[in-house]
């Protein structure tokens, strides 16, 4: 602690005794911003954002909701009286709601699911049953199945494969599949490319119940009856309105009909409790599930099929439902036509305290703390745009359509996109755009950690060694550099980075919450309160964080933008890639030795009857050259801007402009018109969301998924293709080089 | 396997058309070698085994039982039939039994555990009440004690440091242990070195019950009222009578005063059903259980202590009972003071079927069939004594007192030890002294694997291919050398190899039955006949196995030792152990650092309380250069050894006595008569079961847990001890090699 504190001590000392140095600024500026971020510090109030979160929580507030509707016009009010031009933008969105929701397993014990998450006296938001949307999988298809029951485990390709060994098809079964291990909506969609005719998804208590630790409200953790709702719509082939993919969903847009819309889920899914789904687990005949498959339940879990059949009847309304999203502007004195954006989801699947709001609240903050430094003369050289989304939760909906809406000027004009998405106690998390992390890091040293004093930045390395395993804390150890992780999808930075190549971060405090709320009624201020962030000291730190990014990148002289983290880290994807290529071709020569020696056969309990893995095929050698060629070429521009970016502080103002504007459109060349193999909208080449996934990012997506899904053509254009945007990009940094020279 | 039944053939055809060459065996009496064995082979019956099982299992048949003395009396019967000089040696041992056993819960909830096992109608030996051994562990200590509970995960050392780092002690209270992860005895041992004073342990489903599979009877798996029995003796100090320590406990011993005896546990202590486990653990509050504490109870796991008192009351019978020993005899005609000894046991916790009968049917049908070829003619070389041990569960006691008892005339004729405890489907497993490595992996390259044909050898390798991650994999294909594995305790061998330096080896066949039966009443013919050898194949590949051992040990010419592999297994340990000490100097180092920047405090949840784990000292810089010496000498010697070994078979009759003389006595020269710390009994310088982990092996066990327990000076004295050993051994071998220079 002492050394910390002194070297804490020795910063403060050359704050005062020389000019400091900030990333983007003439000294004569960071001066100024600094000033004005000491001041934003001091503004940043912890009580103002229980105030918002009491009226944002206190009824449910999802899409076309009352709640959701007054809880825009509240922010709209709130930024026009703190001095933003603040209003709401409107669109019209698909958005299904249930109508009929039954389950029941029939046969000998026969059982009907409770589908229903108790009121709780300690909880009085709970109890408010008539504006509760009941738990369902939005974007289900309507439905009416009977057929036996089979537990898939995760629901992932690699479960299908274990299934097929025991000899087990789901082909016109109903699936019972656990939450986690993927995104929830991959799990009907592989279901049914299987075959299967339903889809239960339920929490199981190992993972997310007692297993974790005591339940609400004795403790955070979901109880018994506790339901995770949630989209299951097809988002990483794309997100937003299924009727309008690529356009706003303005009132006039041209809508496909519902049955063109590739992305609703083609089979009924419905997701249920840890106590409706225990007779389901209880009626499965078959074999024992393996090992890694079971769960908290006291049973032995069986795959199935069932011997008595489960009967699943859906039925939901289809209305076109009105989305409203709040977009707030404090328009820049010097650049105007350069924007930077803030964003956070407002609409939650209930009352949402801590999914969406806790970062809402911050946002809010933010927002007030800017309007009132305004006030006090502070105005913004690029425009600042604070927004609200709504529907994030049924898919991205509210960022998607405005993103689509408003593309070719968002193209122009914005520089980066700033989201967030919950928050709590904990530690800086931080997922982005590689070109942002010196400037990122920059921010974290200067924001303290309201538990220990210490800057947010130390108390992540402190974390990230102690985590570590000791091996990994002998290379990590010194080295205090947050790593940015790459960006999937999951929030509503998607349509700003993978549709439009918009330099994007994502941010938020987290790992000393506790929770087993997530998509319940359970979800409340009062448990927000107990158990994420009380006092709201980490919603006050993610406030100014966020906010000191959104104050520099509106103010810097030039955009703080740095290329060898991100030539770096590309270059770390393209191991990667070569690496898993490598492996499964060992792998394979491995697997055909195995199969020519019977050494499986050899090795099975044939009282199990198990089969073999089936040979996948041999791994053919791919051409990473043209990859190569393009990492070493940016590479050493990144290097050579690196080398003059000195001279850009000395640029004269309208070639500044000009810098700035190549430096900000810089990430557009990593998109590509073509879009993914199978999903045009994810443009950007360098992430993506997993086709298998869903949020799991995976980067170099084209060559990476052509490996692993052993498409090797595929992944041999991907290659070219890639190296394509790299090279684009390298040619728009020699520009920017150019400039400096 | 087409190629596999292809080179099995090869070897078919050059048995025929070449001699085959056996080690230790000259041409000549290879050949006739041979033919006996494939006599062997021929009259190994399955059937007989069934035979044996009923009888033996029909009924309890523990320490003291009607039926246990039955059993003894019903074997030397059949062996003295068959041919063999066979008898019951007796000896008085301390077996205590049960008198009171009471455990309930005071307080708002009070529950009285019902400490039964159920009768099951399918099973009929379940109803055998009158003569069965109530769950107990024998050498609890008596006691009736009164306190709060706390849960300790599984009672070894680690666990009470994470106890420590939040301020939870168990002084004056009662610990609740789940079974697993050490011998049952240490958990005892463990609480009361902390000031507990009573222990609960119990069978966690997770590991032991419905998370497995099936419970019985409807599959194979520990019911929720199953318990598993077992001693607690403090073994790791010595077993055996706890009252004759290094003497037989013939009439006639001296005997120690019960309460001079250290190994009789210090605490009451009692096993549970997680039936009754469920209970006392709801009642638990503090903290939640550390992640890898949690079982499969479907409740929250908190440590405690409990609000409410547990009360445990316990009282035993403190008999002395005779052990019945069944020794058969069958002289050597050439060499009757050299004795192959072969073991199993015969009591049982219950009726034991699978534990130990599987085994002990096995070595039965072994001595008929032997019985019969002497009947045909055949005659061992050497002395074969097979024995079937009494008393084993409690702590070996029917073997210790036979080797303590007998221990001057088995240091001079003892040519090794062959044990089996247990046998099923599956795949050979072999532990044992490395000097008969070579010689055990031609028997098994020998014997077929009944399920698949192949040999047993490459049954094993097959499985050990499959069962190795991708990358051992690529290190260990084309190499089915089967390497033994390091023998512990945990049955009968031990005091064989451990206390007088006799060559030993366990086998078993493994890895396919199932079970939660083990030392409870469900371990019974009916269970065993269903779940772990259906038909007796495995048994029956068992007799083939050891009697093959059995038969090539008495009968020859050279006992077929190999040094090599002694040496090479020793240099792994020596290696083991130097990583061991500088992976903690590394560790310690960084620790050091850790503590020094706080990066503990700065990342710990400040709301959880858990304090840093302590800073345990630096790590010194051992001298292992007499190690490293005496490993020089030895290897360059068991190298000349091979090279003059060719000559041996041309040696003149005395000169072979007198150097397998040398040779089946060398493993005497690695035990020390100091003994290990704390544990004069544990001779054995190279193999000893560990301090606090029981069954599990400590390979240099004096230099190993010296570094382990960061007590330098002693892990520097056993540097030196070993040393001395080793170049003991050394020197014997070396008696060896200029016999045939």
Redesign the interface.
């Known amino acids: 602690?002492r050394?910390?504190i002194f070297s804490a001590m020795l910063i403060c000392i050359s704050f005062s005794s020389h000019a400091q140095k900030v990333l983007g600024f003439t000294d004569g500026n960071a001066a100024t911003q600094l000033k004005w971020e000491s001041v934003f510090d001091s503004l940043v109030a912890a009580p103002n954002l229980d105030t918002y979160m009491k009226f944002l929580s206190s009824r449910p507030h999802h899409v076309g909701s009352v709640q959701g509707k007054a809880n825009a016009e509240y922010m709209v009010g709130l930024m026009n009286k703190w001095g933003w031009d603040a209003r709401i933008e409107e669109f019209q969105v698909l958005f299904p709601t249930p109508k009929t929701r039954l389950l029941e397993l029939q046969g000998a014990k026969p059982f009907r699911a409770k589908l229903e998450e108790p009121a709780l006296k300690e909880d009085p938001t709970t109890g408010q049953k008539s504006e509760q949307l009941p738990s369902y999988n939005a974007f289900s298809a309507d439905g009416d199945v009977t057929s036996e029951l089979v537990f898939v485990n995760r629901g992932v390709p690699a479960d299908y494969e274990e299934l097929d060994r025991r000899g087990i098809s789901v082909k016109g079964k109903i699936v019972l599949a656990k939450y986690g291990g993927s995104w929830r909506g991959i799990k009907p969609k592989v279901a049914a490319e299987h075959g299967a005719i339903g889809c239960l998804i339920y929490s199981d208590?190992a993972d997310d119940g007692?297993?974790?630790?005591?339940?609400y409200p004795k403790?955070a953790?979901r109880p018994g009856d506790g339901v995770q709702r949630g989209s299951v719509m097809d988002m990483p082939v794309y997100p937003g309105d299924p009727l309008t993919p690529m356009v706003g969903a303005d009132k006039n847009a041209k809508r496909l009909d519902r049955s063109e819309a590739t992305t609703i889920m083609k089979i009924p899914v419905l997701p249920i409790s840890y106590n409706d789904a225990l007779p389901l687990l209880q009626s499965l005949e078959g074999p024992?599930a393996p090992a890694s498959w079971?769960g908290?339940?006291?049973?032995?879990y069986h795959i199935g099929p069932s011997l008595s059949k489960v009967h699943l009847q859906l039925a939901f309304n289809w209305d076109i439902k009105p989305l409203y999203d709040v977009i707030g502007v404090m328009k820049g004195s010097e650049y105007p036509d350069e924007w930077v954006i803030r964003g956070n989801h407002h609409d939650g699947w209930v009352n949402g305290a801590s999914d969406p709001l806790s970062g809402m609240v911050a946002e809010l903050e933010e927002a007030r703390v800017i309007g009132e430094m305004a006030k006090q003369g502070f105005r913004p050289k690029r425009t600042l745009v604070y927004c609200a989304w709504d529907g994030e939760e049924p898919s991205l909906l509210g960022s998607t359509e405005w993103v689509e809406e408003h593309q070719e000027e968002l193209n122009r004009k914005a520089v980066a996109y700033i989201n967030s998405d919950g928050n709590e106690?904990?530690f800086i998390g931080a997922e982005g755009s590689h070109t942002l992390e010196p400037f990122f890091n920059e921010i974290t040293s200067l924001v303290k950690d309201p538990?220990?004093g210490?800057t947010i930045k130390?108390?992540r390395?402190?974390?990230t060694?102690?985590?570590a395993d000791?091996s990994s804390?002998?290379k990590m150890?010194g080295n205090s550099n947050i790593k940015l992780s790459a960006l999937g999808a999951g929030s509503d930075y998607s349509p700003f980075l993978q549709y439009l190549g918009i330099s994007s971060m994502n941010l938020g405090f987290g790992g000393?919450g506790e929770g087993g709320d997530y998509h319940s009624i359970y979800d409340s201020y009062e448990h927000f309160k107990r158990f994420k962030d009380p006092g709201y000291a980490y919603g006050a730190a993610l406030s100014k964080t966020a906010g000191r990014v959104m104050l520099r990148l509106s103010n810097a002289d030039i955009i703080p933008m740095d290329f060898t983290s991100f030539s770096s880290t590309v270059n770390d994807y393209a191991s990667e890639v070569k690496t898993l290529a490598d492996?499964m071709r060992?792998?394979a020569e491995?697997d055909r030795?195995?199969m020519?020696?019977?050494?499986?056969?050899?090795?099975a309990?044939?009282?199990k009857k198990i089969s073999a893995i089936p040979y996948k095929g041999d791994v053919p050698f791919l051409d990473f050259s043209p990859l190569d060629n393009a990492l070493a070429a940016l590479r050493s521009k990144a290097d050579e801007y690196k080398l003059y970016q000195g001279k850009a502080m000395q640029l004269e103002p309208a070639k500044r402009i000009q810098l700035n504007s190549i430096l900000y459109k810089l990430e557009r060349s990593l998109t590509s018109p073509e879009g993914l193999p199978r999903r045009k909208w994810y443009r950007h080449q360098i992430y993506a969301p997993g086709f298998y996934t869903g949020y799991g990012v995976k980067t170099l997506p084209m060559i990476r998924e052509g490996i692993e899904e052993r498409k090797w053509v595929e992944a041999q254009t991907g290659i070219a293709r890639v190296s394509e945007s790299i090279r684009a990009y390298t040619a728009k940094l020699d520009e920017a080089v150019s400039l400096l020279k």
Do not use: H, S, W
Request: glycine share 12%; proline share 6%.
């Open positions: 602690m050394r910390i208590p007692y297993g974790e630790g005591d339940v403790g953790f024992v079971r908290g339940l006291p049973i032995t106690r904990g538990q220990t210490v130390e108390r390395y402190a974390r060694i102690m985590d000791r804390r002998q150890y000393e492996q060992a792998d491995m030795k195995i020519k020696d019977n050494l499986y056969g050899l090795a309990d044939p009282t």
